[in-house]
């Protein structure tokens, strides 16, 4: 049982991918599940994780319409505006939809670093423990502090971390790199939070090795267990740096000296767990 706890589907001509340039030809066009299905085949992935690129509930809402028409597709992690407690209804809403498991706010793209702080958005992080769902942390080092503060404030949030926080692979010195695993080892060691080996080919940059990616995998691995780790596509945007092939074969190696039941965990147990996906 394998699971791609990461992937996005998306068509630019919705117009909600304010993040997309337009100039870039690998993102800018739609992505559907035709494209991603041989991909899935030739690495044996059972059951996926759809997750939100576009804040908008517009898309949330196209993304449940992909996951009744696509049988791979076990979980939708959608998105409301946390800025706006009267989405509490629409979040009530989309958790009828049995696929809709989990909610992500575009933290990385917000300017303000304190912004999950902030009093008038703590009814989200509230509705989704209410609701039952899962809350994916998306964000960056600098993010570390604050993302240890709102998990700690909701203990009883179900929470996934993104990307491994986007670690700065492509421009490593010793000073970032303790930054980032300090704050790793802490959220892994004071709270409950699972965390996505996913998106750190894009974060290494063309280019890449297996031996750039090692160090963050490992401490990942080591500090949160197998057991709280998932491993995911992030396809397509995985493919600014390198194909889906070409992450999982690198992911593979980097456990290649796992149990047989970490590497069962990481590709696939702790997924189906999280998400609920009865495999």
């Not at 870039?24 to 041989?38: C, E, K, S, V």
């Not at 902030?118 to 609701?131: K, N, S």
């Not at 963050?216 to 740096?241: K, N, Q």
Request: hydrophobic share 45%; with cysteine.
């Amino acid at each position: 049982m394998k699971v791609d706890a990461h992937h996005h589907f998306w068509n630019p001509a919705r117009g909600d991918y304010g993040w997309m340039p337009e100039d870039n030809a690998t993102l800018f066009r739609p992505y559907g599940p035709a494209d991603i299905a041989p991909h899935l085949d030739a690495a044996g992935i059972d059951a996926t994780v759809l997750v939100q690129a576009a804040a908008s509930i517009e898309e949330s809402e196209y993304m449940l319409g992909l996951a009744d028409a696509t049988p791979h597709v076990g979980a939708v992690t959608g998105w409301i505006d946390f800025e706006q407690p009267a989405h509490r209804d629409v979040l009530a809403r989309l958790a009828g939809h049995p696929a809709f498991k989990g909610v992500r706010p575009m933290i990385q793209d917000i300017a303000d670093d304190d912004w999950m702080l902030r009093e008038d958005v703590q009814w989200g992080f509230a509705a989704t423990i209410d609701l039952g769902l899962r809350f994916e942390a998306l964000g960056l080092p600098r993010h570390l502090d604050n993302f240890l503060t709102i998990f700690t404030r909701y203990p009883e949030m179900t929470v996934v971390i993104d990307h491994g926080m986007k670690p700065q692979i492509a421009t490593p010195t010793p000073e970032r790199f303790t930054h980032w695993a300090d704050g790793m080892s802490r959220l892994a060691g004071e709270t409950s939070a699972c965390c996505k080996v996913s998106g750190l080919i894009t974060e290494a940059g063309a280019g890449w090795t297996v031996d750039d990616l090692r160090p963050y995998v490992d401490h990942i691995i080591t500090v949160f267990g197998a057991e709280r780790v998932m491993w995911g596509s992030d396809w397509p945007v995985c493919r600014l740096a390198g194909e889906y092939a070409d992450w999982h074969d690198a992911a593979l190696q980097l456990t290649a000296g796992r149990s047989a039941a970490e590497t069962a965990a990481i590709f696939g147990g702790t997924a189906n767990r999280f998400y609920e996906l009865g495999l």
